[in-house]
Nanobody
Framework: QVQFVESGGGSVQPGGALRLSCTNSRNLRLKLNNMAWYRQAPGKQRELVASIRSGRTEYRDFVRGRFTISINSARDTVYLQMNNLRPEDTGLYFC????????WGQGTQVTVSS
């Protein structure tokens, strides 16, 4: 069974940076190849932010050029490097497969405010 654990969130000022991490807490032998990051802002539906499939990355327009998704060489951790954060990036961030086919974790909160 797959259960992701997200971490690395926090509170930053506009223009700041954070790096989120995601691991599979229940099956450390599961190698991550195709993954994605999602976010859910207060009062809004969860939305896709970025994905990586066999090393190829894709980004939504609202984060392209600011966020970078990657998987480490051990293929057990997925990262989301977030630079030049904006207040509208505030939300609860989750990782999952590109089709969101796994169970959702608890997410990690990102708050961007001055």
């Amino acid at each position: 069974q797959v259960q992701f654990v997200e971490s690395g969130g926090g509170s930053v000022q506009p223009g700041g940076a954070l790096r989120l991490s995601c691991t599979n807490s229940r099956n450390l032998r599961l190698k991550l190849n195709n993954m994605a990051w999602y976010r859910q802002a207060p009062g809004k539906q969860r939305e896709l932010v970025a994905s990586i499939r066999s090393g190829r990355t894709e980004y939504r327009d609202f984060v392209r050029g600011r966020f970078t998704i990657s998987i480490n060489s051990a293929r057990d951790t997925v990262y989301l490097q977030m630079n030049n954060l904006r207040p509208e990036d505030t939300g609860l961030y989750f990782c999952n497969g590109p089709s969101a086919s796994y169970s959702w974790g608890q997410g990690t909160q990102v708050t961007v405010s001055s």
